[in-house]
């Protein structure tokens, strides 16, 4: 199965800021070094989760209200706990998660207003107490993120349909979170080109492995 080496590490940030092609160069760096690793996304990862992602993504023929949303989006992450990170965890692997609870803070707690302490409250409920071991904030202007995921030609999603000024308010909500826990999130310029990007973080999980060997 390759080396054994549990680790949590999640990737947050605006749109387009990069997390996706990250995280693709950061399973291939691991394998080529015959470490366990497993990739996840939320909301998604699980059927049951897939499908929670389509009905909060993907449909505007029916309100959402903001506690709605949220518990939505909890709902996957509790199903991904349960069947995908914790199992993977236990046997061994580092799993790269493509958002995780810092991004229910940043965009409901925060950007929509549920509340900071209220959402890190129902995020350790959903997770149960599982915190990332190592967190990447890809910080990026959201204008630019936007533009770049309108150059993939995906559709155009609920959230992102949202006007600038919440995007913005996530970017300054991601950039609190990361000076409030510098021990766990490393705040990275997304704006530098992929392959600085993609080093950047190796040279930060390589200096955390280091530390667990
Ligand atoms: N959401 C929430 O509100 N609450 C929650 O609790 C959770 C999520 C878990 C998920 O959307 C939405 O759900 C998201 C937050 C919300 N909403 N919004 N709005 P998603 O999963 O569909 O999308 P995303 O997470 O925002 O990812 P993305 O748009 O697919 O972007 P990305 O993964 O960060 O970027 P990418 O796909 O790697 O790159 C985008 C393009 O830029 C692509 O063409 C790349 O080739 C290019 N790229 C990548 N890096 C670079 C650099 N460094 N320079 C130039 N170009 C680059």
């Known amino acids: 199965?390759?080396?054994?080496?549990?680790?949590l590490i999640t990737f947050e940030g605006g749109e387009g800021a990069g997390k996706s092609t990250l995280i693709e160069h950061l399973v291939n760096r691991f394998e080529k070094l015959d470490y366990a690793v497993a990739?996840?996304?939320e909301p998604g990862g699980t059927l049951l989760g897939e499908q929670v992602r389509n009905l909060l993504l993907h449909q505007d023929k029916y309100p959402i209200g903001s506690i709605s949303e949220i518990l939505l989006f909890l709902t996957s992450r509790a199903q991904q706990i349960k069947e995908i990170i914790k199992p993977h965890l236990d046997s061994g692997h580092i799993v790269l998660c493509d958002r995780y609870n810092d991004s229910t803070v940043a965009y409901q707690?925060?950007?929509?207003?549920v509340g900071k302490k209220l959402t890190q409250d129902l995020c350790s409920l959903a997770c149960n107490y599982?915190?990332?071991?190592?967190?990447f904030v890809l910080d990026l202007?959201?204008?630019?993120?936007?533009?770049?995921?309108?150059?993939?030609?995906?559709d155009w999603d609920r959230l992102e349909s949202l006007d600038l000024s919440f995007?913005?308010?996530?970017?300054?909500a991601y950039q609190q979170l990361a000076k409030e826990q510098p021990q766990r999130i490393v705040l990275i310029d997304a704006s530098q080109p992929a392959e600085a990007v993609i080093n950047q973080?190796?040279?930060a999980i390589e200096r955390r492995l280091l530390i667990q060997a």
């Open 201 to 203: 973080c190796w040279q």
């Open 109 to 113: 707690g925060i950007a929509r207003g």
């Open 130 to 135: 599982l915190e990332p071991d190592l967190t």
């Open 1 to 7: 199965m390759g080396k054994k080496h549990p680790l």
């Open 141 to 154: 202007d959201p204008k630019e993120g936007l533009k770049r995921t309108k150059k993939m030609d995906k």
């Open 39 to 41: 990739k996840t996304r």
């Open 167 to 172: 995007h913005e308010q996530v970017r300054a």
